[in-house]
């Protein structure tokens, strides 16, 4: 049996980790779909979705896997247009709950493929799994030129407030629990500090230290 499951299609970070499990063997195989897909005019298309057919041509290759493999498909909409290519090249799936060891490693991986985006390990756990678009918002916006290049910015969700522009202002520091989303370092209590404001679903103050701001 073949089980086909996919991760960070939900966050605003990254493009997606589509992966492949063979329980019998305990054999993996993962891709990411790139976040250039999810750009504006390839999201439009659904681009995305077709490379989940590609990544699958390989990891079938990879795995070796046969027409007499049953395939278990999570549910979702990643999956619509792998469907029509899995009946048409004669293979039996069929969709279902995803749960287990290949749901753990592939949100797994996904997490480690953020991590080398640059994606701190401690606002990962901050933003939840899988990832709070508008907690991943203040990451993005603390370092808006190098970062929203690593964004999904196809979403309708960010085409919304996609002009948004935080104000700048600075302050005094007077809790010691705070990191620069910029640089990633610790803000000691006491500094000054720049403070980026804005508002997505709710008011957002972004801390920098002062200096990180350029």
């Given at each position: 049996m073949i089980q086909i499951d996919d991760a960070g299609s939900?966050?605003?970070?990254?493009?997606?980790?589509?992966?492949?499990?063979?329980?019998?063997?305990?054999?993996?195989?993962?891709?990411?779909?790139?976040?250039?897909?999810?750009?504006?005019d390839n999201f439009k298309k659904k681009l995305y979705l077709d490379d989940v057919v590609e990544i699958t041509k390989k990891a079938f290759k990879a795995l070796r896997v046969s027409k007499s493999e049953s395939i278990e498909i999570c549910r979702g909409y990643m999956f619509e247009r792998l469907k029509c290519w899995l009946t048409e090249e004669g293979f039996c799936w069929y969709v279902t709950q995803i749960t287990g060891r290949i749901q753990e490693v592939v949100e797994r991986n996904f997490e480690l493929y953020a991590v080398n985006l640059g994606l701190p390990k401690d606002y990962i756990k901050f933003t939840r799994f899988p990832f709070h678009f508008h907690k991943l918002l203040r990451w993005v916006l603390s370092d808006y030129e190098n970062r929203i290049n690593l964004c999904k910015v196809g979403w309708k969700?960010?085409?919304?407030?996609?002009?948004?522009?935080?104000t700048l202002s600075y302050a005094q520091i007077q809790q010691s629990n705070f990191v620069c989303l910029k640089c990633g370092k610790h803000i000691k209590k006491g500094s000054n500090v720049a403070v980026l404001e804005f508002f997505s679903n709710k008011q957002n103050f972004i801390y920098l230290h002062s200096g990180c701001e350029n």
């Open positions: 939900g966050s605003f970070i990254g493009g997606t980790c589509i992966g492949f499990y063979r329980p019998e063997t305990n054999e993996y195989y993962f891709d990411i779909i790139p976040v250039e897909l999810y750009n504006t969700s960010w085409q919304k407030i996609k002009d948004i522009t935080p």
